[in-house]
């Protein structure tokens, strides 16, 4: 199956830029991410995401999982659980499109928290 490819553009921008300060990632309360090396995408009215380098991420507490999903404008995107040390799992709480199209290459190797589910800090 052939699946639409879009490029971003005044009607659908995206925007990325080095955030330019220290990103840290919580989950029940546990730091599981730290970075200063973080990337922010701005993408037509949605919230800006904060894009982390996948090896500041806390390896231990990821689990990768089977689902996936598609973006016409980044492409096909990858999925982890993370598990706290008190045993707490919150599924698929983290994407990563691991071959981003051409338009947003710069995200390949990053990951991104969903943030009603994470606490995510730009300090």
Known sequence: MTRPVKVPDATHPI???????RVTVRVG???VAETDRALS???????VAQYIP???????LLQRTATQSYCPYKGEASYYSLTTPDG???SDIIWA??????AV???AGYVAFYANRAEVSVA
């Open 15 to 21: 925007t990325i830029s080095p955030t330019g300060s």
């Open 29 to 31: 309360g546990v730091t």
């Open 41 to 47: 995408l701005a993408e037509a009215s949605y919230p």
């Open 54 to 60: 996948l090896e500041d991420v806390d390896q231990a």
């Open 88 to 90: 707490t799992t919150e």
């Open 97 to 102: 499109y691991e071959e981003p199209y051409d």
């Open 105 to 107: 290459q710069e995200i």
